[in-house]
């Protein structure tokens, strides 16, 4: 990075703005949607649509949402450091895979033909992206090969963490999966996010976590 060179604060904290409003927009619709127009994406896209619909049948509005959450806090983390202590890299790193996350949206959207609930925020963000990395370039506060390397360790780390968040956030192994009425989200919260770290701990540890354990679960006779 140049020497002396500083990003104005305005755009560093649109990089957790976009991704708020943006993640606002999936958590929201997109389950949603994809229930609606479940019998024509596997029309569609018989191979890809069988797996995808199948896992998002077994993650819950609020365990999308405890996703996103966990997401929002590494922005917001990453963004407070740039902003005091000035280390740009992790930032850019991320703002180069956000961008790179919006694109793939775009994909999505030409290939489904139709309006996806995760377009309408991702054009706004792609122009606010695209403007922020002007000014970056404009102001030759990165070199290319900085850009370069940013980006594709932001796309690995987002690539991982995405993984790992959809493997903790999926139910286990033989559970049967059935969408959950409204009713059922907010009596569930605490149960949803002790499952996800129980399981994380289970799978650092390699043992039993009785938290994991049926009879422990308020919401078991829900998912059942």
Same mark, same amino acid.
């Given at each position: 990075?140049?020497?002396?060179?500083?990003?104005?604060?305005? %755009?560093?904290?649109?990089?957790?703005?976009?991704?708020?409003? #943006?993640?606002?927009?999936?958590?929201?619709? !997109?389950?949603?949607?994809?229930?609606?127009?479940?019998?024509?994406?596997?029309?569609?896209?018989?191979?890809?649509?069988?797996?995808?619909?199948? #896992?998002?049948?077994?993650?819950?509005?609020?365990?999308? @949402?405890?996703?996103?959450?966990?997401?929002?806090?590494?922005?917001?983390?990453? +963004?407070?450091?740039?902003?005091?202590?000035?280390?740009?890299?992790?930032?850019?790193? %991320?703002? %180069?895979?956000?961008?790179? #996350?919006?694109?793939?949206?775009?994909?999505?959207?030409?290939?489904?033909?139709?309006?996806? $609930? /995760?377009?309408? +925020?991702?054009?706004?963000? %792609?122009?606010?992206?695209?403007?922020?990395?002007?000014?970056?370039?404009?102001?030759?506060?990165?070199?290319?090969?900085?850009?370069? !390397?940013?980006?594709?360790?932001?796309? @690995? /780390?987002?690539?991982?963490?995405?993984?790992?968040? #959809?493997?903790?956030?999926?139910?286990?192994?033989?559970? @049967?999966?059935?969408?959950? &009425?409204?009713?059922?989200?907010?009596?569930?919260?605490?149960?949803?996010? &002790?499952?996800?770290?129980?399981? &994380?701990?289970?799978?650092?540890?390699?043992?039993?976590? $009785?938290?994991?354990?049926?009879?422990? &679960?308020?919401?078991?006779?829900? +998912?059942?």
């Amino acid at each position: 990075m140049a020497d002396g060179a500083l990003l104005p604060g305005w %755009l560093l904290w649109s990089l957790p703005a976009m991704f708020l409003l #943006h993640d606002a927009e999936e958590v929201l619709f !997109l389950p949603p949607w994809l229930r609606r127009n479940r019998e024509w994406l596997a029309r569609r896209f018989p191979q890809l649509a069988r797996r995808m619909l199948l #896992h998002f049948d077994g993650i819950s509005p609020l365990r999308f @949402a405890a996703m996103a959450a966990e997401e929002l806090v590494l922005l917001v983390a990453v +963004t407070a450091c740039a902003a005091l202590a000035g280390c740009y890299y992790p930032w850019l790193a %991320l703002f %180069l895979a956000f961008g790179m #996350h919006l694109l793939i949206h775009l994909g999505q959207w030409a290939a489904v033909g139709r309006y996806v $609930p /995760v377009i309408a +925020t991702s054009l706004p963000c %792609l122009a606010c992206c695209g403007r922020g990395l002007c000014i970056m370039i404009n102001s030759r506060a990165f070199s290319l090969r900085e850009f370069v !390397l940013c980006g594709m360790a932001g796309c @690995a /780390v987002a690539a991982v963490n995405l993984w790992l968040v #959809h493997r903790l956030a999926a139910p286990p192994r033989g559970a @049967a999966r059935r969408c959950m &009425s409204p009713g059922d989200y907010f009596p569930c919260l605490g149960c949803c996010l &002790s499952r996800i770290v129980c399981r &994380s701990a289970m799978n650092l540890s390699g043992l039993a976590a $009785p938290c994991m354990r049926p009879s422990s &679960s308020p919401c078991v006779s829900k +998912t059942r």
